[in-house]
């Protein structure tokens, strides 16, 4: 089945993805942080019962998967970075195509993610209050008539909810005016991170926009909110990018050129500089200067599918540094191999 | 004794907070300025009798300390056993009575990281029943203003009733 980052729309503009994610925890259970093993265990047994009904969610314990493993699913978005390092009774339930996925005793009992590809946060929405309903139908939540949903984290409660755009911005990345926008989506209450959220790199110009308050809003307006504001960085991402076309045109193409005949021919390459090349190439087609054939799949689906654990994953082993590097060429020669 | 706040008002209101190592920390406000930092709570759960403490021994008048005093505690969560300087250590919360327990202290958090602390949005459909019929209530009486306004008043007469039946 089609992953959703295999869509076609999530190369079709600056706006890669959009997410929605919903913390919950269980009535009269403490969360995750104070749970022992039974503990865990039983809420674990309890939201895989619940999820029971809806047969296109996948249970898969991670209680003792590997470091590898868990790692080539944070770089797949299918679980955040500090899942992966929790240790204890937890799992998920996930869609095949991996749009929604649940991480059962995270930070807390449940957390539910959306994403579409493309920009349509709307629907990542949908997906989300579905998977919370589904839930519902059998568990009573933590819930404060002033709080709204009670989560670990006071910075999550109400309706515990983030609204996420993952945009790919190399005009403004590249020029340094990304330290602006950073500082005016903290005064709209947002934050502009890189692209595996909280402390990562921006690796491949790729930035993750999401709502901080998470009380006092409801969530349509949280999601309009969010939304407006990508739209406009997109728009200035534009407006950059029509200046840095009139003042330097043919440096920019050179650039593009030169990345597509590097990625077309590399025989060993490190993450950064792949994930690099990756952005000026869908820099290339998105501002209309690459006239060469599209590679064999999506170029955010390439840039998933070249990082440490994908790779570690496909070679189905561990692998060394110098080996990873050869490994990550080999693929990207093969899908610009067209 | 003014407050310790704002220099300007005579201290009515003591918070006590007990800080690691067993010590403990006081906090002299006026009544204005200590319902501010709890987030306005009752009024009457705050504001002792200013007279006695003009009056009484040891008044202010004489530089002592007031004698009527709100006292907060630090207490640990009766449910999961956390203790406020825990949650403040690790940023998280232990349980959902947590919320409960250090209600006073987290009604100015919630105030500076989300700039509000009272929820819209979703809520629950069990075991809400109530906060659902009160949501409804009061869009009823905003559906019930404007039908006046436009002098429906048929329509008006049936979301009055309405109104009545949902709030029995």
Redesign the interface.
């Given at each position: 089945m089609e992953k959703w980052y295999e869509k076609k729309t999530s190369d079709s503009g600056v706006i890669i993805s959009t997410r929605i994610r919903l913390a919950r925890?269980i009535?009269?259970?403490?969360?995750p942080?104070?749970l022992n093993e039974k503990g865990a265990l039983s809420i674990l047994n309890q939201l895989k019962d619940a999820i029971a009904p809806e047969e296109a969610l996948i249970f898969e314990e991670m209680t003792d998967k590997s470091k590898d493993y868990l790692h080539e699913m944070v770089e797949r978005h299918l679980i955040s970075p500090e899942f992966a390092l929790k240790t204890g009774m937890r799992g998920i339930a996930a869609l095949e195509d991996e749009s929604v996925c649940i991480m059962l005793n995270e930070?807390d009992h449940v957390r539910i993610q959306a994403v579409c590809s493309g920009d349509d946060i709307e629907q990542a929405y949908v997906a989300a209050?579905q998977a919370?309903d589904l839930i519902?139908n059998s568990v009573?939540?933590?819930?404060?008539?002033?709080?709204?949903?009670?989560t670990?984290?006071?910075?999550n409660?109400?309706?515990g909810?983030r609204a996420s755009f993952m945009l790919h911005l190399p005009a403004l990345a590249q020029t340094g005016g990304i330290a602006q926008i950073i500082q005016a989506a903290g005064k709209f209450?947002m934050a502009l991170r890189g692209m595996h959220g909280e402390g990562s790199d921006p690796l491949g110009c790729i930035f993750q926009l999401s709502n901080?308050?998470?009380?006092?809003?409801?969530?349509?307006?949280i999601i309009a909110a969010t939304k407006s504001l990508a739209h406009e960085i997109t728009e200035q991402e534009m407006n950059l990018k029509e200046k840095i076309m009139r003042d330097a045109s043919i440096v920019i193409t050179d650039k593009v050129y030169r990345s597509y005949g590097i990625l077309a021919n590399c025989r060993t390459i490190k993450l950064n500089e792949a994930m690099a090349l990756l952005s000026n190439v869908r820099m290339g087609y998105i501002w209309n200067i690459l006239d060469l054939p599209h590679p064999k799949a999506n170029l955010y689906f390439i840039m998933m599918e070249i990082q440490h654990g994908s790779i570690i994953k496909r070679a189905g082993r561990h692998v060394e540094e110098k080996e990873e590097d050869c490994l990550r060429a080999d693929f990207v020669r093969e899908m610009f191999n067209v | 004794m003014l407050c310790e706040n704002c220099n300007k008002r005579v201290a009515e209101v003591i918070i006590r907070q007990s800080v690691s190592g067993g010590a403990t920390t006081e906090t002299f406000l006026c009544s204005e300025c200590a319902m501010q930092q709890m987030g306005g709570a009752p009024i009457e759960f705050i504001v002792k009798n200013f007279m006695n403490s003009i009056m009484g021994a040891g008044s202010e008048l004489f530089g002592n300390t007031p004698q009527s005093s709100l006292v907060i505690e630090n207490k640990e969560c009766p449910v999961c056993g956390l203790s406020y300087e825990g949650f403040k250590a690790t940023g998280r919360l232990g349980c959902a009575n947590c919320y409960d327990a250090f209600r006073i202290q987290l009604i100015p958090v919630m105030k500076s990281v989300h700039g509000a602390a009272e929820h819209i949005g979703k809520f629950p459909k069990r075991g809400a029943a109530g906060l659902s019929r009160m949501r409804e209530v009061e869009q009823l009486k905003v559906k019930l203003k404007n039908l006046i306004e436009q002098e429906e008043f048929e329509e008006a007469a049936r979301v009055r009733d309405k109104i009545k039946e949902l709030s029995v």
């Amino acid at each position: 089945m089609e992953k959703w980052y295999e869509k076609k729309t999530s190369d079709s503009g600056v706006i890669i993805s959009t997410r929605i994610r919903l913390a919950r925890n269980i009535k009269n259970r403490p969360f995750p942080g104070r749970l022992n093993e039974k503990g865990a265990l039983s809420i674990l047994n309890q939201l895989k019962d619940a999820i029971a009904p809806e047969e296109a969610l996948i249970f898969e314990e991670m209680t003792d998967k590997s470091k590898d493993y868990l790692h080539e699913m944070v770089e797949r978005h299918l679980i955040s970075p500090e899942f992966a390092l929790k240790t204890g009774m937890r799992g998920i339930a996930a869609l095949e195509d991996e749009s929604v996925c649940i991480m059962l005793n995270e930070e807390d009992h449940v957390r539910i993610q959306a994403v579409c590809s493309g920009d349509d946060i709307e629907q990542a929405y949908v997906a989300a209050s579905q998977a919370d309903d589904l839930i519902e139908n059998s568990v009573d939540y933590a819930f404060d008539a002033k709080f709204g949903y009670l989560t670990s984290c006071p910075t999550n409660a109400g309706t515990g909810m983030r609204a996420s755009f993952m945009l790919h911005l190399p005009a403004l990345a590249q020029t340094g005016g990304i330290a602006q926008i950073i500082q005016a989506a903290g005064k709209f209450g947002m934050a502009l991170r890189g692209m595996h959220g909280e402390g990562s790199d921006p690796l491949g110009c790729i930035f993750q926009l999401s709502n901080q308050a998470t009380l006092g809003k409801s969530e349509n307006v949280i999601i309009a909110a969010t939304k407006s504001l990508a739209h406009e960085i997109t728009e200035q991402e534009m407006n950059l990018k029509e200046k840095i076309m009139r003042d330097a045109s043919i440096v920019i193409t050179d650039k593009v050129y030169r990345s597509y005949g590097i990625l077309a021919n590399c025989r060993t390459i490190k993450l950064n500089e792949a994930m690099a090349l990756l952005s000026n190439v869908r820099m290339g087609y998105i501002w209309n200067i690459l006239d060469l054939p599209h590679p064999k799949a999506n170029l955010y689906f390439i840039m998933m599918e070249i990082q440490h654990g994908s790779i570690i994953k496909r070679a189905g082993r561990h692998v060394e540094e110098k080996e990873e590097d050869c490994l990550r060429a080999d693929f990207v020669r093969e899908m610009f191999n067209v | 004794m003014l407050c310790e706040n704002c220099n300007k008002r005579v201290a009515e209101v003591i918070i006590r907070q007990s800080v690691s190592g067993g010590a403990t920390t006081e906090t002299f406000l006026c009544s204005e300025c200590a319902m501010q930092q709890m987030g306005g709570a009752p009024i009457e759960f705050i504001v002792k009798n200013f007279m006695n403490s003009i009056m009484g021994a040891g008044s202010e008048l004489f530089g002592n300390t007031p004698q009527s005093s709100l006292v907060i505690e630090n207490k640990e969560c009766p449910v999961c056993g956390l203790s406020y300087e825990g949650f403040k250590a690790t940023g998280r919360l232990g349980c959902a009575n947590c919320y409960d327990a250090f209600r006073i202290q987290l009604i100015p958090v919630m105030k500076s990281v989300h700039g509000a602390a009272e929820h819209i949005g979703k809520f629950p459909k069990r075991g809400a029943a109530g906060l659902s019929r009160m949501r409804e209530v009061e869009q009823l009486k905003v559906k019930l203003k404007n039908l006046i306004e436009q002098e429906e008043f048929e329509e008006a007469a049936r979301v009055r009733d309405k109104i009545k039946e949902l709030s029995v």
